[in-house]
């Protein structure tokens, strides 16, 4: 196994990915490329879409952060036990991505204009998810197993918290999903190391 990811000094859409990785009690080597490497050209001109992160695992090479976390669960056997259940995945992961995609719009483009109206509507999306882990006495968005989808979930009602220290507040199942992922030996020490305390969670220093 000599896996490599290949990104930016931010959490951004790689820290799922390393989440998982670490709390599936896997090593990685970390390629970091500099705002200066990124501009200067040669990096980005060899990305078959012109973007990071990029995972490689021995002779296999893969973009698209996705692809990469759906790569991993199916090798890591965290994918769900049965079809029904890899499609409530996907179902799940998709459903936060729509939230990821929605914070990182604000961060990046709507920083000092729509903050008031994003934590207006915050609230509503997140009831979606309160909701769903309520429901299920497994613990998990699916099942009784954590999959990729709690990792990049996890990951966003951390960073949320950052940006609105309130935001669960009202969300029991959520606080409670939060530290029973976050106690996790390996995901407790990560989330205590120095790598992911002082990495940014965005490339603009906004969070
Ligand atoms: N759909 C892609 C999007 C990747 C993407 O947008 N990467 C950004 C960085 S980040 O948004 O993930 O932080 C990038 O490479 N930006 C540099 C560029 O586009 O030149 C994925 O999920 O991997």
Redesign the pocket.
């Given at each position: 196994m000599a896996y490599v990811l290949t990104?930016?000094p931010?959490r951004?859409?790689?820290e799922a990915i390393r989440l998982m990785l670490k709390d599936q009690g896997k090593d990685w080597t970390e390629v970091t490329v500099t705002r200066d490497m990124?501009l200067e050209g040669t990096v980005?001109n060899s990305?078959l879409?012109?973007?990071?992160?990029k995972f490689e695992d021995g002779d296999l090479t893969l973009?698209?952060?996705?692809a990469?976390r759906r790569y991993l669960a199916r090798k890591l056997g965290i994918y769900g036990k049965d079809d029904k259940e890899e499609a409530f995945i996907d179902m799940m992961d998709d459903a936060v991505q729509d939230l990821q995609n929605k914070y990182?719009k604000l961060i990046y483009q709507e920083y000092d204009t729509k903050k008031e109206d994003y934590f207006k509507q915050l609230p509503c999306d997140l009831a979606r998810f309160e909701k769903i882990l309520t429901c299920n006495e497994g613990g998990f968005l699916v099942g009784k197993q954590i999959s990729f989808a709690d990792y990049a979930l996890l990951l966003q009602l951390l960073n949320h918290e950052v940006l609105c220290p309130s935001a669960l507040d009202n969300f029991p199942s959520l606080q409670a999903y939060r530290d029973r992922l976050s106690a996790r030996p390996n995901i407790k020490a990560y989330l205590e190391s120095h790598a992911f305390k002082n990495t940014p969670i965005?490339?603009n220093g906004k969070q």
């Open positions: 990104y930016f931010v951004g859409r790689a990124w980005k990305c879409f012109g973007q990071l992160p973009y698209q952060s996705n990469i990182i965005n490339g």
